[in-house]
């Protein structure tokens, strides 16, 4: 039974593990999507340069002005819907580390109280001794 218990605290702890991994590999996912979202800042910041160099005339300037105010709700719409998907994965990424935390406190006091069955065991082999001989 002791061995039951420390093969399922093993396996606790091997959990606890991979879901610490989970984590970073979330966390290193939400960064990713902070970088493209500032790449996407840039991308907006070079469309409308280019929609000052290009005022050579009124039916450039109201062609490019629309499709600059097009290409910017996308990508204000894109921004926003990374930001979103960013807060949310924060939000799971939080409620993973709660659960890999608790996790890991089950696992301590699943060791712990193998440890006491443990002690238990031993207890209860010395008093059948006793008795046995």
Do not use: P
């Amino acid at each position: 039974m002791a061995d039951e218990v420390r093969t399922l605290a093993s396996s606790v702890q091997k959990s606890t593990e991979q879901i610490q991994q989970m984590i970073e590999t979330l966390q290193n996912n939400a960064n990713q999507a902070v970088i493209s979202i500032d790449k996407n800042s840039e991308i907006v910041a070079t469309g409308v340069e280019q929609a000052h160099k290009a005022s050579k005339s009124l039916k450039e300037i109201t062609e490019a002005v629309n499709y600059i105010y097009k290409l910017n709700n996308k990508i204000s719409s894109s921004s926003e819907e990374y930001s979103n998907k960013a807060s949310g994965l924060n939000k799971t990424v939080l409620k993973i580390n709660d659960l890999s935390i608790k996790a890991a406190l089950d696992a301590n006091e699943s060791t712990n109280i193998s440890n006491e069955l443990s002690n238990s065991a031993s207890s209860l082999k010395a008093v059948i001794g006793r008795f046995v001989d």
